[in-house]
């Protein structure tokens, strides 16, 4: 059946939103890159990319795409106290997971060694442990419907910076709120050919897959920020799903780990007004590369995602070798082999891209970043 005849797509007429994720997981496993300087704004570098997405350095916080974040500006002194409660408190560090830990990846020199953050959510996870140390502050950002893919706090010590670098990450954005920072202009954040100026209980929304650097001016006070990465706000619901649904299944490549990727992706689903549920997001990835396959341009038959048939029919003939014969599983394991053990172990482009720390941290959130770190 042809990708444009394909039942789901043509009720949901949603066709464009599968395409889409299902285009960006092509990209990034061919090793792909959109690079483009904007006139005027800066150099965009992506190996995670959606296309069609507006391109723009720094957004208005209140121009009306952002309402979660004018909702926290208004609560940032609850944030900031919880943070100073939670600065205070030995048991933190002691109890908590990934508390104030440096950058870990293969460019971490560039974020300096006194770069820390102290993790609340990651990649869509809560992280539970440490939500219990700053409940005043979750309970914030969610009651503030922000759409949330990390949340960690962030501290930048005087006299040091971040170089210019890249998230490689279109779809993903990055915000910034002002929780306990020196005096303005003292710390920035330059993105594209645009910077701004970090001011206590002020928002900042930026595309971050614009070569962009930090710099800490002060020399005495740190800068402490409530750092928040979410999903491009031009995305749709049933795009958010899919690609939230590709992060948690890369987390368990088993049969049973990506029938639960399924059954998340259902839940949710059920959050919003969609017109299709979150199993038929995943089934409409599956069937439009079987259709592909059919038509001989697919990239794999038995896509292997959590509903593989009990009995399949033996084939006609044996499948022909290489990645058209794969499913996808097959390709992102083989992909995740190869930049871990590449060249004998050595580190690879696109292991270097996609290498994120262990949990949250601001940077490269790659579509492949949780089955590839």
């Known amino acids: 059946m042809a990708l444009t005849t394909h039942p789901s797509l043509s009720r949901s007429n949603h066709r464009s939103t599968v395409d889409r994720v299902r285009d960006s997981l092509r990209f990034t496993l061919a090793d792909g890159v959109h690079k483009v300087n904007h006139n005027g704004k800066g150099v965009q570098e992506a190996s ?29 002194e609850t944030i900031r106290d919880e943070l100073r409660a939670g600065l205070a408190n030995p048991d933190v560090e002691r109890l908590g997971n990934s508390v104030w830990v440096p950058a870990v990846r293969d460019d971490a020199d560039g974020y300096g060694p006194d770069w820390r953050t102290l993790v609340l959510q990651d990649r869509g996870e809560w992280e539970p442990t440490n939500c219990g140390f700053f409940p005043k502050t979750v309970a914030l950002v969610k009651a503030a ?9 962030a501290k930048q010590a005087p006299q040091t910076g971040i170089k210019p670098h890249t998230d490689f990450t279109n779809f993903i954005m990055t915000s910034h709120l002002g929780l306990d920072v020196p005096p303005a202009p003292q710390s920035w ?33 740190d800068r402490y920020v409530l750092i928040i990465r979410f999903w491009h706000p031009e995305l749709t619901d049933h795009e958010k799903n899919g690609v939230q649904f590709l992060f948690d299944a890369f987390g368990d490549l088993s049969p049973e780990g ?35 396959v059919v038509g001989g341009t697919g990239i794999g038959a038995d896509l292997t995602l959590g509903d593989a048939p009990t009995s399949p029919p033996p084939p006609e003939s044996p499948p022909a070798k290489g990645k058209a014969a794969k499913g996808v599983a097959a390709m992102i394991a083989d992909a995740k082999a190869a930049s871990d053990d590449k060249a004998g172990g050595k580190k690879t482009k696109r292991n270097k891209r996609n ?13 492949l970043a949780k089955g590839m770190k």
């Open 48 to 76: 995670s990319y959606i296309a069609g997405l507006t391109a723009r350095p720094y957004w208005d916080v209140h121009g009306g795409s952002f309402p979660w974040m004018v909702t926290l500006e208004k609560n940032y």
């Open 189 to 221: 954040m330059k993105v594209g050919e645009e910077t701004a100026y970090w001011e206590n209980g002020k928002g900042m929304c930026a595309d971050t897959s614009f070569i962009h650097s930090t710099y800490n001016e002060s020399e005495t006070e």
């Open 355 to 367: 290498k994120r720390k262990g949990a949250g941290g601001g940077e490269g959130l790659g579509l």
């Open 145 to 153: 419907g922000t759409p949330s893919v990390e949340v960690f706090f």
């Open 258 to 292: 990506l029938a639960d990727s399924r059954v998340k992706a259902k839940a949710r689903a059920a959050l919003y007004d969609g017109s299709q549920t979150g199993a038929e997001v995943a089934d409409d990835f599956k069937a439009s590369v079987r259709a592909k």
